[in-house]
């Protein structure tokens, strides 16, 4: 069976530092994987994909993304933490083949200190 | 830009009775999704409808729940008889294709009472 795993369910930094959200999936199938964000009380928003194509992906508000498939992770990285990035971050990926094919992650709460 | 939406934005209702979620999808989207979240937890997938059909289903999406699409632009979610458990957020998410983005809507609240 396919599953996704957010390993911390809250990471806080400091503004201006790094910022390191994990990803990690289990799969034997080939997987299309995804980060969104979602702010308090908003929807889901992509911040980036991969789909196949080059491993280190960016996205949208200087994040970025490393698929890695020996080690079957695909974590969320953004040099400097800026306030406004606090919020809530999901993991989700599509699989090709198998069931239960599409799977968001339990979420990572991002928080942004001063 | 074009955009999912979804309507309303918030409904509560009584336990039993059936509500309607309302969605409208990207134009040139194929498939079709609609999640849900209850408070505090993850997103959940309920069902994937493509062509006409129910392409995939959780475990959640039981004989309580219904799918349909009208007409050319509307996508619904039909809860038969509501119970205290279904309240969440429900989103609507549409892509071109599976394994492409999918873009989501607002949301509608759901509180059952």
């Known amino acids: 069976a396919q599953s996704v795993t957010q390993l911390d369910s809250h990471v806080s930094v400091s503004e201006g530092t790094p910022v390191l959200l994990r990803c990690n999936y289990s799969?034997?199938?080939?997987?299309?994987l995804f980060w969104y964000v979602q702010h308090p009380n908003k929807g889901l928003q992509l911040l980036l994909k991969?789909?196949?194509?080059?491993?280190l992906v960016k996205g949208i508000n200087g994040f970025e993304a490393e698929f890695k498939k020996s080690e079957t992770s695909f974590h969320l990285t953004k040099p400097s933490a800026h306030m406004s990035d606090a919020a809530e971050y999901f993991c989700?990926?599509?699989?090709?083949?198998?069931?239960?094919?599409?799977?968001f992650g339990t979420g990572t709460q991002l928080k942004v200190e001063l | 830009e074009p955009e999912v939406t979804q309507t309303p934005s918030h409904q509560v209702t009584q336990m039993g009775q059936e509500v309607i979620l309302r969605c409208v999808p990207i134009?040139?989207?194929?498939?079709f999704y609609w999640y849900r979240q209850i408070l505090g937890q993850k997103v959940e997938f309920l069902v994937s409808?493509?062509?006409?059909?129910?392409?995939?289903k959780s475990e959640i999406f039981d004989d309580q729940f219904s799918v349909e699409r009208p007409d050319g632009s509307n996508f619904t979610l039909k809860i038969r008889s509501t119970k205290l458990e279904d309240s969440a957020m429900y989103f609507c998410a549409s892509s071109v294709d599976r394994i492409e983005t999918q873009y989501f809507g607002p949301g509608t609240r759901l509180l059952v009472l």
């Open positions: 991969y789909t196949s194509a080059a491993t």
């Open positions: 989700f990926v599509t699989f090709t083949g198998g069931g239960n094919k599409l799977t």
């Open positions: 134009s040139n989207h194929l498939y």
């Open positions: 409808f493509y062509n006409n059909e129910i392409s995939e």
């Open positions: 799969s034997s199938y080939s997987p299309s």
